[in-house]
């Protein structure tokens, strides 16, 4: 089976822009969490998306944002964007959204922002 | 929401020697996974083992949940060894620890 998909895998955004970010679990899972990386702060849980609804998420502003798709594919917005999202962003599936569910990471989206 | 410890947090060996890593968690969990993180940012999932022990060629893992803790074993290490391994538990998202960041010297 092919792996989590991620794009762009580089970016480059000026503070204000906004800024999507695709990714493409695995083939039949159909839960889709989103993760933001960043040296102080290290791994952080932004959302988690099934069957095209957010079942949870993160302690982020309403600035981060995402969305479903019926085939499982997903995106993650942030809008104006501040030099502190600067990050790597990573996308995992998971068969089910349940706990205890292994999850499988894409190669990441390294967003910079000037 | 559950707390995550790695120790140690750096840890520098020579090319053929075994290492112990250790994740204390603070509450009981349906998972928990150890990852291998490359140097391009990927997490390589090594290890699902919410408990019980499991091995997977020089990598080790034993996960004793009464107690809330892992430990991954890694045995004669090699340079490609190197990097940052994270254990990461749920929750209803996975929950990180701080990594323990290894270097395996030549």
């Known amino acids: 089976k092919a792996g989590v998909t991620q794009t762009p895998r580089y970016l480059i955004k000026t503070r204000g822009q906004q800024v999507t970010l695709s990714c493409s679990p695995i083939?039949?899972?159909?839960?889709v969490s989103w993760y933001q990386q960043t040296p102080g702060q290290g791994l952080q849980f932004l959302f988690e998306?099934?069957?095209?609804?957010?079942?949870n998420k993160g302690n982020f502003p309403g600035r981060f944002s995402g969305r479903q798709f019926s085939n499982s594919r997903s995106e993650m917005n942030v809008s104006t964007l501040e030099l502190g999202d600067s990050a790597l962003y990573l996308c995992?599936?998971?068969?089910?959204?349940?706990?205890?569910?292994?999850?499988?990471f894409g190669p990441g989206t390294r967003l910079t922002v000037t | 929401g559950i707390q995550v410890e790695q120790s140690p947090p750096d840890l520098i060996l020579q090319e053929g020697a075994n290492s112990t890593l250790r994740c204390n968690f603070s509450d009981s969990v349906n998972n928990l996974q150890w990852f291998h993180q490359n140097p391009w940012g990927q997490l390589i999932n090594l290890f699902y083992i919410p408990s019980g022990t499991k091995q997977n060629g020089r990598l080790s893992a034993t996960t004793v949940a009464t107690e809330r803790y892992s430990l991954l074993y890694i045995s004669s290490s090699q340079t490609t060894d190197s990097g940052v391994y994270f254990c990461?538990?749920?929750?209803?998202?996975?929950?990180f620890g701080k990594g323990t960041s290894l270097l395996v010297t030549p």
């Open positions: 990461a538990v749920s929750g209803y998202a996975l929950n």
């Open positions: 083939s039949g899972h159909r839960s």
């Open positions: 998306y099934f069957s095209e609804t957010q079942r």
């Open positions: 995992a599936s998971s068969p089910q959204t349940r706990r205890g569910y292994e999850q499988y």
